[in-house]
C-alpha cells in the first residue's frame, strides 16, 4: 500500500502559544483565523482541601475545572497547527507548563490599558528561555494610544523580542502576527 | 503626530536575561502534549464490547486522528482523563500516538508553517 503525505496515520500536529491576561483577547485572536470554532478542554484542578466539617463527597469539593481554548490551521496536507490559549487564571502555572511544552513558538498579547497584568506571562516565557516569543499589543479601539517604544519601555521588553500591534478580531492581522512569529522563531535557531 | 499620551503603567520591574533558545529543550518524551495526535490501529469493532465507555469512545474517536485536546473537548473528559485512557489503549496497541512534528522546532519544520500561513 502507498502511503501519501495525506495519509491520516501519519497525520502531524504542532503547536503555538497565546499567553496574556485573562480579558486580553486571547480567544478572540484564536478564533480570528481559526478554521473550528474555538474549542474548550478542561482540566481538572486540586484545590484547597474540604473544611473537616464537610462530610459531602462531591467531586466538586475538591476539584475546579480550568479551561483552556483552542484552535486549528491545516498547514499542509500533513501539518495541522494547534493554537492554544492559556487559562485566564495566572496561577496554574502548571498548566502553562503543560501547553508551553513542545510548542513551536508564543505570542504574548497585551492590552495598554493593564500592560501589568501582562508581567507574569512575559515574565514565563523569558525565564523558560527555551520558548521563542513575540509581544503582540492587542488594538482595542483600533488605534495604537502609546508609541511602542513606550510600551516597551514599560515592559522592560529585552531588544531582541519583536513587539508589534494587531487587532485580534482581524483575520489578516492575526495571520501576520503569526508569520512575524515564526521568522522571529527562524531567526533565533542556531545558523550553520 | 503630537502624542498627549502619557502611560501611567508603572515599569516592570527585574527582567531576566534571556538565554540561549534552545538550553532546556529537551527532546520529545513520553509525555503527552494537548496537541498529539492519537489514531486507532485497525479499528475492530468486536473489542468495543469489553471495554469500559469512555476507553471505547476514544478508541472509536481515533479511527480519524484526534489530538489529545480534540479528545477532552468531544468527550467532555478533562485531560488527565484522556492522557490515562490514551496510554493504556497504546500500551496495548489499539491505538497509536504520533510523533511530534519535531523532536525540536527546526529550521524544516518553521518555513512549513511559514508556507502554510503564507497560503491562508
Ligand atoms: N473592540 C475590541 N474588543 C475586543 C478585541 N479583542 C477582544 N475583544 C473583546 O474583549 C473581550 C475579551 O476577549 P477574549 O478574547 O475573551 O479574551 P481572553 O480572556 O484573553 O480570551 C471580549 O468581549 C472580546 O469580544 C479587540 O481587538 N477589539
Ligand atoms: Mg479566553
Known amino acids: 500500500m502507498a502511503s ?5 496515520s501519519l497525520a502531524l500536529s504542532a503547536k503555538i502559544v497565546i499567553a496574556g491576561a485573562f480579558g486580553v483577547g486571547k480567544t478572540t485572536f484564536v478564533a480570528a483565523i481559526s478554521e473550528i470554532p474555538v474549542a474548550s478542554t478542561e482540566a481538572l484542578m486540586p484545590v484547597a482541601a474540604a473544611p473537616a466539617d464537610d462530610v459531602s463527597f462531591a467531586r466538586g469539593k475538591t476539584t475546579t475545572t480550568v479551561a483552556m481554548d483552542f484552535g486549528r490551521i491545516a498547514v499542509d496536507d500533513g501539518l495541522t497547527l494547534y493554537l492554544f490559549g492559556t487559562p485566564g487564571q495566572d496561577r496554574f502555572w502548571f498548566l502553562w507548563d503543560d501547553l508551553a511544552r513542545g510548542a513551536l513558538a508564543a505570542i504574548v498579547l497585551v492590552d495598554t490599558r493593564n500592560l501589568a497584568a501582562s508581567w ?17 499589543v492587542n488594538l482595542f479601539d483600533g488605534q495604537l494610544t502609546h508609541e511602542l517604544a ?8 529585552s531588544p531582541g523580542i519583536p513587539l508589534t500591534t494587531a487587532d485580534a478580531r482581524d483575520r489578516r492581522d492575526v495571520r501576520e502576527a503569526l508569520r512575524a512569529l515564526i521568522r522571529h522563531a527562524l531567526n533565533l535557531l542556531p545558523s550553520h | 503626530m503630537t502624542r498627549t499620551y502619557a502611560l501611567h503603567a508603572p515599569r516592570r520591574p527585574s527582567r531576566v536575561r534571556p538565554y540561549g533558545i534552545t538550553r532546556g529543550r529537551t527532546a520529545a518524551d513520553r509525555f503527552l502534549g494537548v496537541e498529539r495526535l492519537i489514531s486507532t490501529v485497525e479499528f475492530d469493532p468486536q473489542r468495543v464490547l469489553g471495554m469500559l465507555p469512555e476507553t471505547a469512545a476514544v478508541y472509536e474517536a481515533c479511527r480519524y486522528p484526534r489530538t489529545i485536546a480534540e479528545l477532552a473537548t468531544g468527550l467532555a473528559l478533562p485531560l488527565g482523563v484522556i492522557r490515562v485512557l490514551v496510554g493504556d489503549l497504546a500500551a496495548v496497541g489499539r491505538v497509536r500516538i504520533h510523533p511530534p512534528a519535531a523532536d525540536i522546532p527546526d529550521r524544516h519544520l518553521l518555513e512549513r508553517v511559514l508556507r502554510g500561513l503564507d497560503n491562508l
Open chain 1, 4 to 8: 501519501t503525505i495525506s495519509d491520516a
Open chain 1, 120 to 136: 507574569p506571562a512575559i515574565a514565563y516565557f523569558e525565564r523558560r528561555g527555551d520558548i521563542p516569543f513575540t509581544v503582540v
Open chain 1, 150 to 157: 513606550e510600551v516597551r519601555d514599560a515592559l522592560d521588553l
